[in-house]
T-cell receptor
């Protein structure tokens, strides 16, 4: 079976750095996605990791450790507009690309 | 590219009525997914298609739900009869196969309220 765990909510201060963790258990591994979802909107693609290590993209970075079944999303220089839900997701290619999401981490950025 | 297009954006219907949600995937994407999102259960995969063929409908809650993809540019999700517990946001997403670095692109969603 498959399981994805992330914290339900986090709070951080504007200008700070926050790390959102995700652990997963899947039969087979084909990469890991992070999505951002603002209230009332659709999820939007942030990052995709398939190899171990850190992928940096501006203020956002994503890390993956396949041996530990662990990923994190790092947000630097937090802005108020970063308040959103952050979803970790894994595709199951032995099931034709089925994308399974974690419950999401609700991030609140405070002034 | 116009992205994934869903209609309607909002739907309010009475219990027992039939509801049809529509989706147009991104041209060239050969996988299409229907998700349902609620506060309690998060994003749940209902069904997905690959090259217009339903691959996995294990997430469809019950026989009241059905989905079709008659061609590469159109899909429907139908609920008949609708019930108040079906109230949720329904998202359609599409991707190339495998999605890889391109990811899965979501439509704006349909907010369904069954009263």
């Amino acid at each position: 079976g498959q399981n994805i765990d992330q914290p339900t909510e986090m709070t951080a201060t504007e200008g700070a750095i926050v790390q959102i963790n995700c652990t997963y258990q899947t039969s087979g591994f084909n990469g890991l996605f992070w999505y951002q979802q603002h209230a009332g909107e659709a999820p939007t693609f942030l990052s995709y990791n398939v190899l171990d290590g850190l992928e940096e993209k501006g203020r956002f970075s994503s890390f993956l450790s396949r041996s530990k079944g662990y990923s994190y999303l790092l947000l630097k220089e937090l802005q108020m507009k970063d308040s959103a839900s952050y979803l970790c997701a894994v595709p199951l290619y032995n099931q034709g690309g089925k994308l399974i999401f974690g419950q999401g981490t609700e991030l609140s950025v405070k002034p | 590219d116009a992205g994934v297009i869903q209609s309607p954006r909002h739907e309010v219907t009475e219990m027992g009525q039939e509801v049809t949600l529509r989706c147009k995937p991104i041209s060239g994407h050969n996988s299409l997914f229907w998700y349902r999102q609620t506060m309690m259960r998060g994003l749940e995969l209902l069904i997905y298609f690959n090259n217009n063929v339903p691959i996995d409908d294990s997430g469809m809650p019950e026989d009241r739900f059905s989905a079709k993809m008659p061609n590469a540019s159109f899909s429907t999700l139908k609920i008949q009869p609708s019930e108040p517990r079906d109230s949720a946001v329904y998202f359609c997403a599409s991707s190339p196969t495998p999605a890889g670095v391109y990811g899965y692109t979501f439509g704006s969603g349909t907010r369904l309220t069954v009263v």
